[in-house]
């Protein structure tokens, strides 16, 4: 899987990915943006909810009917000093409908061992590779 982000000068960003659908990110005034889209840290908690939120539906497939609405809220605790990453990440799943309770706490379960990747994802390792002016350039 590749996403290929350009810049569109300042701060904006638009990321495209297999999928073909452009996803608009922009820093905040604070950091030098205008604001014109979701900042990426937004992005990963939408990923991370989006992801098991996918993952809760397929599981409980056969229960959907029995389920009015769902929520996930996702809400991150970030680091004061840089880089401000995440130390935390709680997900609050609101749930309307008449299906018990055991079943979708099982599915969160699932979700969380099994079957989400973008959870899976931010204990990966992350490289980076240099290319200026069409030439690969290695660390000195």
């Known amino acids: 899987m590749k996403v290929m982000t350009t810049w569109n000068g300042k701060r904006l960003f ?11 990110m922009d820093a905040t005034p604070k950091y030098g943006g205008d604001g014109k889209g979701a900042t990426p840290m937004e992005l ?3 990923g991370l909810a989006g992801c098991i939120g996918i993952d809760i539906t397929m599981i409980l497939d056969s229960f959907l ?13 970030r680091k004061e000093q840089n880089p401000t990453g995440f130390t935390a990440i709680e997900l609050i799943f609101r749930v309307g409908g008449e299906i018990p309770d055991y079943r979708i706490w099982k599915a969160i ?7 989400c990747a973008v959870s899976d994802s931010l204990k990966a ?14 660390r000195p």
């Open 14 to 24: 638009t990321s495209v990915g297999d999928s073909g659908y452009p996803v608009g």
């Open 125 to 138: 390792d992350i490289s980076y590779r240099l290319i200026l002016n069409g030439q690969e350039v290695f």
């Open 65 to 77: 009917g029995q389920i009015t609405s769902l929520e996930i809220e996702a809400d991150g605790t």
């Open 109 to 115: 379960e699932m979700g969380k061992e099994k079957y």
């Open 44 to 46: 990963l908690l939408a």
